[in-house]
């Protein structure tokens, strides 16, 4: 289990989008109030187009919230940095950088010398399975592959928070609990505080400590909370795994 | 090439272009035998052949041999142009990235281009005279507008989602212009080169016809002062040929270089 000290502090967040005219306002925050605990694996659940992405995005400080704060380590966020690493959606790979010039990006422009950072990142590039790819270039890897390049680069970072956007869902079904497995594998190998947001329920069942749901419509509002205590590594076909499952769909108006 | 979807017999095919380039001289040179078009309209190309080698050697009456029109025409030609490489590229990226740059470079900037470059040459002709120094600076003006424009555009489309990664890695500006905006917009400058050589090109000769002491157009003007046609096809051809082997010098420089960044794909 996970220690207690508190990571990240959401205090009643809400966002609200204006249209270029100023005249249409769109709500897709509620009060959002929120807390992670170090080394904790939290999933944040919702249907498309509910606000988790922006939550995530003002956790790592490229959106700011119209009210309420942020904070890490018991310090506001104001902008993005270094202390939260994020893997985005669409594979946000360099294309013209090798898999190791991709990895080791942010300690580059850290200002890590490049002996040590080729080592922090062969380590991770090893971790997450890609070893004698290093020298491919991106349009050379699977769309998997291009995730675990994307994960390499944020664990090299060394950062306190790892966000994680929907990382799986341009994946096929079968990539995508292979990835699963991995995510799983390379967090109980090397612990970090994680945020991970997904519209898949068996994923957050499968990767959380905990997991919270939004509500399906805008504005986006916590709804419920789960403690996931089985055990790791998870079954997909356990009967605690499906009933678990089963509670919280049946709990959230998913679309599945 | 594909021959079989194009023509079903593939000797034609090889025979067709010789056919018709061949009967183009052939034609051209009866028309001037035979008097249909007077010879003070126009040279045959016989004629043309016979002051090509003699122009070799022969500085008149124009007051240089071939070569030196050529050297002197591509010397203008690539100065002006490499100094709108190193002013116009710098200028697109930053006004591309940097909103103070676009801020106070672009509004002179789109009061200038919708200018012709040709309506610079009487000032030019004021400022330089008629000498390298009024050419470079029109083929300057003319080539900077593709440079800046692409360069511009090309950062403008870097992917933003890099943007953002690379700042959640704390990326300062200037680091998110080195090492993602520039690398980003290297296909369109490229693309600019092209159309600012070809630009630079067709706007040397328009200046030479006005205002020179030589080079390529400067001959056509020379042939159209004396009644001589011969000489104004042969600046003309000339002038054909140098364009075309240049834009191949250039596209194999791009296509070499581009080469080497597709190794990592366009973009994404």
Request: aromatic share 8%; charged share 20%; with cysteine.
């Amino acid at each position: 289990m996970t220690d207690q000290t508190t990571k990240i502090e959401c205090q009643n967040l809400s966002k609200i989008f204006k249209q270029r005219s100023g005249k249409v306002q769109i709500p897709v925050l509620e009060s959002i109030s929120l807390s992670v605990v170090e080394n904790e694996f939290l999933v944040i659940v919702g249907p498309g187009q509910c606000g988790k992405t922006t939550l995530l995005r003002i956790i790592a400080g490229l959106e700011t919230p119209t009210t309420g704060k942020v904070f890490l380590d018991g310090k506001e966020v104001t902008g993005p940095g270094p202390d939260r690493g994020m893997v985005f959606q669409k594979y946000t790979l360099f294309p013209w950088k090798t898999v190791m010039g991709n990895v080791e990006m942010g300690l580059k422009i850290g200002g890590m010398s490049k002996r040590q950072r080729r080592e922090v990142a062969s380590h991770y590039i090893n971790l997450v399975g890609l070893q004698g790819f290093e020298k491919a270039y991106p349009h050379q890897l699977s769309g998997g592959m291009k995730q675990r390049v994307g994960i390499a680069r944020a664990y090299a970072n060394n950062p306190k928070v790892l966000l994680l956007d929907e990382p799986f869902g341009q994946l096929d079904a079968q990539t995508r609990y292979l990835m699963e497995q991995e995510t799983a594998r390379i967090w109980s190998v090397e612990k970090k505080t994680v945020i991970f947001v997904t519209n898949s329920i068996e994923e957050a069942v499968y990767l959380a400590d905990r997991i919270v749901t939004l509500e399906g419509k805008l504005p986006g509002r916590l709804k419920s909370t789960y403690v996931v205590n089985l055990p790791r590594p998870r079954e997909h076909i356990d009967k605690e795994f499906l009933e678990m499952r089963h509670t919280i769909t049946k709990e959230t108006e998913l679309l599945l | 090439m594909n021959s079989e979807t194009k023509l079903k017999d593939p000797l034609s095919l090889k025979i067709a272009p010789w056919v018709s380039v061949i009967g183009f001289f052939v034609v051209w040179q009866l028309l001037i035998d035979t008097e249909i078009v007077p010879r003070i309209l126009l040279a045959s190309p016989v004629e043309v052949g016979k002051l090509l080698i003699d122009k070799l050697t022969n500085p008149d009456p124009d007051g240089a041999v071939l070569m030196t029109h050529t050297i002197i025409s591509l010397i203008e030609a690539l100065l002006g142009y490499i100094l709108a490489l190193i002013t116009g590229i710098p200028l697109g990226l930053l006004m591309g990235w940097f909103v103070v740059a676009e801020g106070l470079a672009r509004p002179p900037f789109e009061m200038i281009r919708p200018i012709p470059p040709v309506a610079w040459i009487p000032l030019a002709i004021f400022w330089f005279g008629i000498g390298i120094t009024g050419k470079v600076f029109i083929i300057w003006a003319c080539a900077v507008v593709p440079c800046v424009i692409n360069a511009y555009t090309g950062v403008r489309m870097a992917n933003p989602t890099l943007i953002q990664m690379a700042r959640t890695y704390g990326a300062s500006d200037w680091q998110i212009f080195t090492k993602i905006c520039i690398p980003s917009a290297l296909p369109m400058v490229f693309g600019g080169l092209q159309i600012a050589l070809a630009l630079a090109w067709t706007t040397l000769v328009a200046a030479e016809l006005i205002a020179a002491d030589a080079g390529l157009g400067y001959l056509i003007t020379m042939g159209r002062r004396l009644l001589r046609p011969d000489m104004i096809v042969l600046g003309m051809i000339m002038v054909g040929l140098t364009g075309w082997f240049i834009g191949n010098i250039i596209d194999r420089i791009e296509r070499r270089l581009t080469a080497g960044l597709e190794r990592g794909g366009a973009a994404t």
